[in-house]
């Protein structure tokens, strides 16, 4: 989006031709999730009123995101805990105020903020695994935490994420939208009487 913002001219118009960091589009989903999914459900609310979501038939469909996290860049649990270290004393070492923040103490909270969730995601990642052998080998990203390798349609295993949709057949609206860690079967279409590929 943020690119988009130096082309587009619809997004040029959104944003009054200014450019917008994307670390502030970042902040402004992260900071008001809750307006955004209560508006997303009051626009669905009117679309349903005015009998353009009827929801009779709605259609799920997905497909596979890489993630910018190189394979190079999964860590085990012992250099992630190093990492993790050192990005709290970095922290800790340049100060909180953060009413004053310069971008060199921002990147390092950031840091610490991707290796805390790394750390979680490991955790999570071990909890899956069947066996002592796996959980000891369990890898996660320090750039892209959440990512999971997946088969890819070209062949091979990459980091990436599931994007899914799902659209009222009728007149083609998104009712739905998701992302996800599994590589799940894509296109299944669900209706009254059920299921069906």
């Known amino acids: 989006m943020a690119r988009r913002c130096t082309f587009d001219p619809a997004f040029q118009g959104l944003c009054g031709r200014a450019e917008i960091n994307y670390h502030t589009l970042s902040d402004f989903r992260v900071a008001h999730d809750a307006a955004l999914q209560e508006l997303f459900a009051q626009v669905l609310g009117v679309l349903s009123a005015e009998g353009l979501v009827t929801l009779e038939r709605v259609m799920h469909d997905g497909t596979k995101i890489k993630a910018w996290a190189g394979a190079g860049r999964f860590r085990r649990e012992e250099r992630l805990r190093a990492h993790l270290e050192a990005a709290r004393a970095q922290v800790a070492a340049m100060g909180d105020s953060r009413a004053e923040e310069s971008p060199r103490q921002r990147a390092g909270?950031?840091?610490?903020?991707?290796?805390?969730?790394?750390?979680?995601?490991?955790?999570?990642?071990?909890a899956v695994k069947t066996g002592a052998a796996e959980a000891a080998q369990a890898r996660v990203s320090l750039t892209d935490p959440q990512a999971r390798g997946m088969k890819q349609p070209e062949g091979g295993y990459a980091p990436s994420?599931?994007?899914?949709?799902?659209?009222?057949?009728?007149?083609?609206?998104?009712?739905?939208?998701?992302?996800?860690?599994?590589?799940?079967?894509?296109?299944?279409?669900?209706?009254?009487?059920?299921?069906?590929?």
């Open 161 to 197: 994420y599931k994007v899914q949709l799902s659209t009222d057949a009728a007149h083609r609206v998104i009712v739905g939208a998701g992302v996800s860690q599994g590589g799940g079967v894509c296109g299944l279409s669900v209706s009254g009487a059920g299921l069906s590929a």
């Open 109 to 126: 909270r950031e840091r610490q903020a991707r290796l805390e969730q790394a750390q979680a995601e490991l955790e999570q990642i071990r």
